[in-house]
């Protein structure tokens, strides 16, 4: 993660080695904590937080994330609403990053990232700087993982089965067509996978806003999961995480979502964008969970 991040590489915030949200500042959110028959209590959600520096943009990713200092003196990679998929893919990594921290799965603390259109006026490339104004007011970072690396399924680095399995399961769910062989979107850091870049999950909502249908459509994209040869049962896995995310649960995260990411459609109020996430979620979460099913039938076919 941190190739690209130049003279910040030198910077004292880069050497903190705990988890996510150490190093003298936040606490970090972690998981959420168990309420009663097992399901999920989600806290506030992500803080909201004023960028403070820029420090560089990270070219390895389609959508040019920066490297951006916060007011609470950490660093975070922002993903920025300006970029090629606007703000819908902020909704998604929003979304989907709130859903795995709630089933228990390992996630970098996310944010709520304030752009001032002028933090990035010493940043040399014209696509960046314009990408930057363009993304001026609310955007999301993820808490930067110093010295993570890059899951590389070909090193066969070490993934628990069950963790393999619950992570398949979550990708199904929220249709993630980005955890491939060729784009794990997994980082290795002190010896724990961990989940980054949501983006491109819950695809549909750039067809389609309403989600109408789309929760019973079979997404067969799920066979070429990086998980899929080494996870466990996906039916085991979906014991173990369908009653953590109860409709009271993906109600809450949906309704962490800004409402100035969910007005890029005329017409439509925010609360009738966050309805379309919560009923496509919720359906898709109700038994039986044929996705479940589908993502299971995928892993016996690739044993």
């Not at 590489?9 to 904590?33: E, F, I, K, M, V």
């Not at 990035?120 to 609310?138: M, N, V, Y």
Request: proline share 9%; net charge negative.
């Amino acid at each position: 993660m941190l190739r690209g991040a130049g003279a910040a590489g030198q910077d004292r915030r880069l050497r903190r080695t705990g988890p996510p949200g150490c190093g003298g500042r936040r606490a970090p959110r972690g998981a959420a904590t168990l309420g009663p028959m097992g399901t999920q209590v989600i806290g506030a959600g992500p803080p909201r937080l004023a960028a403070t520096r820029y420090v560089t943009a990270l070219r390895e990713g389609g959508s040019l994330p920066a490297l951006v200092e916060a007011e609470d003196d950490g660093l975070y990679v922002v993903k920025m609403r300006g970029a090629g998929q606007g703000p819908r893919a902020l909704v998604a990594e929003l979304i989907v990053g709130e859903l795995a921290r709630a089933a228990g799965l390992p996630v970098p603390d996310l944010a709520l990232i304030d752009l001032d259109a002028d933090l990035g006026r010493a940043e040399p490339d014209p696509e960046i700087q314009d990408l930057l104004r363009a993304s001026a007011g609310l955007n999301l970072g993820m808490d930067l993982l110093p010295g993570a690396l890059a899951y590389d399924p070909a090193a066969r680095q070490e993934v628990a089965p069950e963790l393999a399995a619950d992570v398949v399961w979550l990708d199904a769910l929220v249709t993630n067509v980005d955890r491939t062989a060729a784009n794990p979107n997994l980082l290795v850091w002190h010896g724990r996978p961990w989940l980054i870049d949501h983006g491109a999950a819950l695809f549909r909502h750039h067809q389609d806003w309403s989600l109408e249908g789309a929760a019973a459509r079979p997404f067969p994209a799920i066979a070429e999961h990086v998980l899929l040869p080494v996870a466990g049962a996906i039916d085991a896995a979906d014991a173990r995480l369908a009653p953590r995310l109860s409709p009271d649960v993906v109600g809450r995260i949906v309704d962490l979502v800004p409402a100035e990411w969910l007005e890029d459609e005329p017409g439509v109020a925010p609360q009738e964008r966050r309805r379309a996430y919560r009923d496509h979620l919720t359906a898709r979460l109700a038994a039986p969970r044929a996705f479940a099913q589908e993502a299971e039938d995928a892993r016996r076919r690739a044993a």
